[in-house]
């Protein structure tokens, strides 16, 4: 039988998320994506692409701002496909702020994407595969943004709620690796993704040794990588696929 893997954070075709699905797809895996605002035809699209790849795959419209997103997410998802074994949260929120625009209905927002919504993700998530699945392995990743790293000016809702989910990964792992669960974060550096324009890679290419910006695919192989057999002895780390980008 197929693993179900959940992916959060599929809006957009350049997405990391995106790529993950069609990664994880490639492995065999059945794939249960959630989206924001993305329209009919995106969703529909994705959808279609990965289940000519001979597994399932649906998407959700999910609100992740929402308090009963995570619940409404895993409830769907056993009763479309099953228990699932994989869960990658890629969705995030963020929007510049200084110290002096910093106010309650900011920080909210990235409390409740970044943070919330993952959290709780991640305890239903084990809370349904220890019940379900006891004999198997499964997997948790969460994405970071590289906040331990070093300092992130002007964003300090979305470094804070971020920089919450490493020390969040590191305990959960611990928590339950005795359930056959191995928790990563990734970090996968600037991508060239959904919000980057000329002006931005422009900046940014010099500081790319390697000699190019990342691409949502770098980070969705490692984390192929974490969930399948041979990452497995992986847990509780924050890995850091960016191609050794020089901080300035």
Same mark, same amino acid.
């Given at each position: 039988?197929?693993?179900i893997?959940?992916?959060?954070?599929?809006?957009?075709?350049?997405s990391i998320?995106?790529?993950v699905?069609?990664?994880?797809?490639?492995q065999?895996?059945?794939?249960?994506?959630?989206?924001?605002?993305?329209?009919?035809?995106?969703?529909?699209?994705?959808?279609?692409?990965?289940?000519?790849?001979?597994?399932?795959?649906?998407?959700?419209?999910?609100?992740?701002?929402?308090?009963?997103?995570a619940?409404?997410? *895993?409830?769907?998802v @056993?009763? #479309?496909?099953?228990? !699932?074994?994989? &869960?990658?949260?890629? $969705?995030?929120?963020?929007?510049?702020?200084?110290?002096?625009?910093?106010d309650?209905?900011?920080?909210?927002?990235?409390?409740?994407?970044?943070?919330?919504?993952?959290?709780?993700?991640?305890s239903?998530?084990?809370?349904?595969?220890?019940e379900?699945r006891?004999a198997?392995?499964?997997?948790?990743?969460? *994405?970071?943004?590289? @906040?331990? #790293?070093?300092?992130? !000016?002007?964003? &300090?809702?979305?470094? $804070?709620?971020?920089?919450?989910?490493?020390?969040?990964?590191?305990?959960l792992?611990?928590?339950?690796?005795?359930?056959?669960?191995?928790?990563?974060?990734?970090?996968?550096?600037?991508?060239?993704?959904?919000?980057?324009?000329?002006?931005?890679?422009?900046?940014?290419?010099?500081?790319?040794?390697?000699?190019?910006?990342?691409?949502?695919?770098?980070?969705?192989r490692?984390?192929s990588?974490?969930?399948?057999?041979?990452g497995?002895?992986?847990?509780?780390?924050?890995?850091?696929?960016?191609?050794?980008?020089?901080?300035?």
């Open positions: 039988m197929a693993k893997a959940i992916i959060t954070g599929v809006s957009y075709p350049r998320g995106t790529a699905c069609r990664r994880l797809a490639e065999g895996m059945d794939i249960f994506f959630t989206y924001w605002r993305a329209g009919e035809t995106w969703p529909n699209q994705l959808t279609n692409e990965i289940s000519e790849m001979g597994v399932r795959c649906k998407g959700l419209e999910a609100d992740l701002e929402q308090p009963e997103a619940e409404a997410i *895993l409830h769907k @056993q009763k #479309q496909f099953g228990v !699932p074994a994989i &869960l990658v949260n890629c $969705a995030a929120f963020s929007e510049n702020g200084t110290y002096e625009e910093l309650v209905i900011q920080l909210d927002r990235h409390y409740a994407v970044n943070m919330r919504s993952v959290f709780l993700l991640c239903g998530f084990a809370k349904l595969f220890k379900h006891p198997d392995k499964g997997s948790i990743v969460n *994405l970071t943004s590289g @906040q331990s #790293q070093g300092p992130m !000016p002007d964003e &300090l809702a979305y470094i $804070a709620t971020k920089g919450a989910i490493t020390a969040f990964t590191q305990s792992a611990a928590d339950l690796a005795q359930f056959g669960i191995n928790v990563n974060a990734v970090n996968p550096g600037p991508t060239d993704s959904t919000w980057m324009t000329d002006d931005i890679r422009h900046h940014l290419l010099p500081q790319f040794p390697m000699g190019r910006i990342g691409e949502p695919d770098d980070a969705a490692l984390i990588f974490l969930v399948g057999e041979d497995y002895w992986v847990t509780g780390q924050e890995l850091h696929s960016e191609g050794g980008f020089l901080r300035r």
